[in-house]
């Protein structure tokens, strides 16, 4: 396995253990209209900041004959060191506070946390609100006793949430020290996989985002299908950190911060810092639409990019970018009552997902907080391949693009124009900018041809012959 494809699953690992959750292009839990607030992002509670966490006071990294190699001073310091990137950011109102080691729960009496059942209790010790543990699995033997796959560097977990206010009340972390015990052997059985210093905090970075409550983002797909590596910089410098797999070089070897734009508009629109935000931000927004100029298109990715400046050597379309779902916060599962008592089916689905909302004005509604400038907005599918804990989202599996070709807004949208016709949109701060529409080319009727508004307009005409007379029609 070359290192590139070894790092492709290195953030599948967000294992939510609330028993629903939206995966989507910005907030990871919506609220519904009994679950939460709705059409609300679940969130840590702002007037109760710093959000405070405990960390294993084990070692963060051991080899699997159990020497230690990141002792857990170091690997304390490397932990403040990432929440401190979220917390970093002007524009955004959150902040992490270290309340020191882990408490007991169960059959953890303290010290290094090293069994599965130790794990257990204190996911249950997080699920009770006591704590919102930060663990070491040194040598990989929690997540192997989980059954995860050897490619797992680390996953965040929700465990609770206050459903009457929509605030989160307790996650935790787990970061795979094998990746950090200096041998790299990809073909050992299990395999051991070797990151740099930077790459493995940037990944367990990702994971603090979802501890925030962010959800996965896709932004310059293409480095997907590239060849390159090291990534493209202008490629990797708009690539969100919150991006389902980990395919590039560490930002930071790259000269680049550790957050894209789009990480950082996502954390300040989840927590918005009244002294700043307002002055760094306007919005786009606007319904993604099929053909018929009347139906609402849910999980389609939106993305505002910046137009690039002729004359610089960078490519600011590539690296100054934020993206939504279309539909976002609009549930995934509305549920239907038709099949649910049928035999074979025994669906029982009628309330469908507590999460999301169902007002039917936010499906295919989409919202963008970018700073100011001047931008074009386009759509595209949602790589199919991210799905479940890898998703973006509402729906999982992710849908193909109608009509199948990407397309970008301009003022005249229509479902007959040429796709790669843009506008450009200027954003000043504090800018609302609505009624950015885009119109998929090439879609399927939505609605049968011959409706009407059921008005008759004549009588129908019968012949009159013997079987028809007296006839009621």
Not at 50 to 72: E, F, K, N
Not at 125 to 135: L, T
Request: aromatic share 8%.
């Amino acid at each position: 396995m070359s290192r590139r494809m070894a790092l492709c699953y290195c953030f599948n690992a967000l294992l939510y253990l609330l028993p629903h959750a939206v995966f989507a292009g910005g907030p990871l839990v919506v609220g519904g209209p009994k679950f939460g607030v709705d059409a609300q992002p679940f969130t840590w509670d702002p007037a109760k900041m710093p959000i405070q966490y405990r960390v294993d006071p084990g070692p963060m990294s051991a080899t699997p004959a159990g020497a230690v190699v990141i002792d857990h001073a170091t690997g304390l310091q490397r932990v403040q060191s990432m929440f401190g990137v979220w917390q970093a950011v002007p524009t955004a109102a959150i902040s992490f506070s270290n309340l020191g080691p882990l408490l007991q729960a169960g059959s953890y009496a303290g010290g290094d946390l090293n069994t599965v059942q130790q794990f257990n209790d204190t996911v249950g010790s997080c699920r009770a609100g006591n704590q919102n543990p930060v663990i070491f699995d040194a040598d990989g033997k929690i997540m192997q006793g989980l059954g995860l796959p050897p490619e797992i560097i680390g996953f965040a977990s929700g465990c609770a949430l206050d459903s009457n206010t929509g605030h989160l009340t307790g996650a935790l972390i787990v970061m795979n020290g094998i990746f950090q015990d200096g041998l790299n052997t990809p073909s050992s059985s299990p395999p051991d996989f070797e990151l740099t210093a930077n790459e493995f905090d940037e990944a367990i970075t990702h994971e603090i985002g979802h501890f925030a409550g962010l959800g996965h983002s896709q932004i310059n797909i293409d480095v997907l299908t590239s060849q390159s590596f090291p990534c493209d910089v202008d490629k990797l410098a708009g690539l969100p950190l919150m991006f389902p797999e980990e395919l590039c070089q560490a930002r930071k070897d790259a000269g680049l911060p550790v957050l894209s734009p789009d990480d950082v508009s996502w954390i300040s629109s989840l927590y918005p810092n009244p002294s700043t935000y307002p002055g760094a931000y306007g919005t786009i927004s606007g319904r993604i639409l099929f053909s018929d100029r009347v139906s609402a298109v849910q999980g389609i990715n939106v993305i505002a990019r910046l137009v690039d400046e002729q004359g610089t050597p960078q490519d600011e379309s590539r690296r100054v970018a934020v993206s939504a779902i279309s539909g976002y916060l609009f549930t995934g599962n509305p549920g239907q009552s038709f099949t649910q008592d049928m035999p074979e089916t025994q669906e029982h689905n009628a309330g469908g997902d507590p999460d999301g909302s169902r007002n039917p004005q936010l499906i295919g509604y989409y919202q963008i907080a970018v700073p100011p400038g001047t931008y074009t907005v386009e759509v595209e599918a949602v790589y199919p391949n991210f799905l479940s804990d890898s998703g973006i989202g509402p729906l999982s599996p992710p849908v193909a693009l109608p009509g199948g070709i990407p397309k970008f807004w301009n003022k005249n949208s229509s479902a007959f124009d040429f796709p790669q016709q843009r506008d450009t949109i200027q954003v000043n701060p504090g800018d609302k900018i609505q009624g950015i529409d885009i119109i998929l080319n090439g879609t399927q009727p939505q609605f049968d041809q011959y409706e009407d508004s059921g008005a008759l307009f004549g009588v129908p005409a019968l012949p009159l012959d013997a079987e028809c007379q007296g006839r009621q029609v």
